[in-house]
């Protein structure tokens, strides 16, 4: 049964730093896709950073330059580093994970959060300006 949690989240200033964790277990972390999501009181659920099984990442443009997305995968764990954070980046963050989909025969990453399975329980980011 695949098992995540969150942590690291929390309230910092506008320009602070926050790093996100997620711990994964139940399944066989390598080879799987791994992302962060985050959804805002009445906002829909929206991808931040995605990784996939080789190492390549993607981001959102609103996130560009700021923020990291890593993993360890001997400590089947997903990180987030964000800095230089603004208020608009309040919101809590999820880390989903699922495996590739096979499109027109090459295996690709899922974007969106309807196309994961699996789901952390969040972790709160307050940015106060």
């Known amino acids: 049964q695949v098992h995540l949690v969150e942590s690291g989240g929390g309230s910092v200033q506008s320009g602070g730093s926050l790093r996100l964790s997620c711990a994964a277990s139940?399944?066989?972390?390598?080879?799987?896709?791994m992302a962060w999501f985050r959804q805002a009181p009445g906002n829909v659920r929206e991808g931040v950073a995605a990784?996939?099984?080789?190492?390549?990442?993607s981001y959102a443009d609103s996130v560009k330059g700021r923020f990291t997305i890593s993993q360890d995968n001997a400590k089947n764990t997903l990180y987030l580093q964000m800095n230089s954070l603004k208020p608009e980046d309040t919101a809590m963050y999820y880390c989903?994970?699922?495996?590739?989909?096979?499109?027109?025969?090459?295996?690709?990453?899922?974007?969106?959060?309807?196309?994961?399975?699996?789901w952390g329980q969040g972790t709160q980011v307050t940015v106060s300006s």
């Open positions: 989903a994970a699922d495996r590739p989909l096979s499109v027109a025969g090459t295996l690709t990453c899922p974007t969106r959060a309807y196309e994961y399975n699996y």
């Open positions: 139940g399944y066989n972390y390598n080879g799987y896709c």
């Open positions: 990784i996939e099984s080789d190492g390549t990442t």
